[in-house]
């Protein structure tokens, strides 16, 4: 078929085809990993101050990451699947970075003690365990997705 032009189609030729099947995360629930990677970014947040032009600051976060747990698909459709989880820093008003929280009631305080790592770039290397969880995705359908527990 040359490209641009459409070809009809008779439905009737049409036949069932299996699609790609769904990936099963929940076989890496309560699995021990290493942390492989601290990224510090910036993400969109609804709970910053809101900045001169209106729009919420972005929140700094630390993005704690597992190595690659699957791959699926190879080249440009290659998908990599790893637990990871983002952490709240700490940041003034104007949305300046501060450094990290160390009140006991934060979360990345809870998963560096249970980590066994008092500051944050003690944790690359450290086993931690898996927690497989889904989310509704307002279709009806849910996705999973893979965190830490701590």
């Known amino acids: 078929m040359e490209s641009g032009k459409q070809m009809a189609i008779d439905i009737n030729t049409l036949k069932a085809c299996k699609s790609g099947e769904p990936v099963d995360l929940k076989k890496f629930h309560n699995t021990q990993v290493p942390i492989d990677k601290l990224e510090v970014l910036q993400v969109p947040s609804s709970f910053t101050p809101k900045g001169a032009d209106g729009k919420n600051i972005p929140q700094w976060v630390v993005?704690?990451?597992?190595?690659?747990?699957l791959t699926i698909g190879e080249d440009e459709s290659k998908i990599e699947f790893r637990a990871s989880e983002l952490f709240n820093l700490t940041q003034d008003k104007e949305g300046k970075l501060l450094g990290y929280p160390t009140n006991k009631d934060s979360n990345l305080v809870k998963f560096m003690k249970d980590s066994g790592a008092s500051e944050p770039n003690q944790l690359i290397g450290k086993k931690v365990t898996v927690k497989h969880y889904e989310k509704e995705m307002g279709d009806g359908q849910t996705r999973g997705y893979l965190k830490f527990k701590y």
């Open 63 to 69: 993005k704690i990451s597992s190595p690659i747990l």
